[in-house]
Structure formats: C-alpha cells, structure tokens
C-alpha cells in the first residue's frame, strides 16, 4: 500500500503535482512555497521487500528507471522519479532517437494523469490525454487540440545509457518503474 500523500498546488498558469511520504512536506510552485502537515498519523514499518526489490531491480544504480526494451513504441511505461521524501509520477515514451519522459500529469487538470495506470496511448505521433482527449506531440509535449491547447507537458531529463533508461534530471536522485 501506498502512504503517500498526493499534493497540488496551482498558481494562475503553473502548477505542481507531487506525492510525499509521511504527513509534512513543501512543494514549490509560480515562486511560493506551500507548506503542510496533515497531523498525526502512526508511523509504519518501513517496506524491507520493497527496498530490497528495488536494489535487486536497478543493479546498484538507484538513477536505473527500466531496460529501453520494455518501454512500449506504442504506449507509455509509468515511474516516479524520487528526491527524499518527494515523488513525481512521470511517464517514458519511446521516439526514433531513444526515449522521452514526462510528467504523469495533464497541464488541463494537473490533479489527472494522462493515463488510467496503464500508460498512456499514443496515437501516431501524438500522445493522448484519457480524460478529454488532449493530444501532445510526442517530440517536444506540446498540446495541439484540446482544453489545454498551447500549453506543454513537463519533461524530465533520462538518457538511455547501455540499453537501460537512467534518469538525469538533477532534481531527482532515484528513479522507480511503476508496474500495472
Ligand atoms: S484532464 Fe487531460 S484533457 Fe482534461
């Protein structure tokens, strides 16, 4: 079971969705900070099975997000991409050159992910949002139809190092598929 708590902040056309693990933390948006802190909850074991999956999995390098094999040419492959206690949803996408990734949320209602936990479709060379059918080019993330037309999909920084994708954005320091 996941514990996190999902938090989004909006500020006029920038927004930000992250999750957090525990009950406190601060997500930044258009400049300010948010602070919060939901209140006692009973601490939990941490999961040793996940921890020693995730060792297992990524071979020691904790920037390991999955083999460029199972990223599907016709769908999206979930992660999250983690620094401390925060994590952003993202999605891989493959292109001609390698692969893609963004952030697994709509700049139309940030709050919705682009898919229903199963990737998101790609139709062409367009990726499709589930909830009202917003498209994005798959090269650079930018809506081309929809209710957020004009605005673009956030990227995070990966690079296919040795048939694996790694993450590179310096805002993260792990990376972690998410399965179905
Ligand atoms: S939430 Fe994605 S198009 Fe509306």
């Given at each position: 079971m996941d514990d996190s708590v999902r938090v989004t902040v909006t500020d006029g056309e920038e927004s930000e969705v992250v999750r957090i693990d525990g009950t406190d933390g601060e997500v930044d948006a258009g400049g300010a900070t948010f602070r919060f802190d939901v209140g006692d909850v009973p601490e939990t074991e941490p999961e040793e099975t996940a921890s020693e999956e995730s060792t297992e999995s990524t071979g020691g390098d904790e920037r390991f997000v999955a083999?460029?094999?199972?990223?599907p040419s016709g769908g999206t492959l979930r992660f999250e991409a983690r620094a401390g206690r925060r994590r952003i949803d993202g999605i891989l996408q493959r292109t001609d050159e390698g692969v893609l990734a963004w952030?697994?949320?709509?700049?139309?209602?940030?709050?919705?992910?682009?898919?229903?936990?199963l990737g998101a479709l790609i139709d062409g060379d367009q990726l499709v949002c589930h909830k009202h059918g917003a498209r994005f080019n798959c090269?650079?993330?930018?809506?081309?139809?929809?209710?957020?037309?004009g605005r673009s999909l956030k990227p995070i920084d990966v690079a296919v190092r040795d048939g694996d994708v790694i993450l590179t954005d310096d805002r993260f320091e792990s990376g972690q598929r998410l399965d179905a």
């Open positions: 083999p460029v094999d199972d990223v952030e697994n949320s709509c700049p139309h209602e940030p709050e919705v992910q682009l898919d229903r936990g090269d650079d993330g930018y809506c081309t139809r929809g209710p957020c037309r």
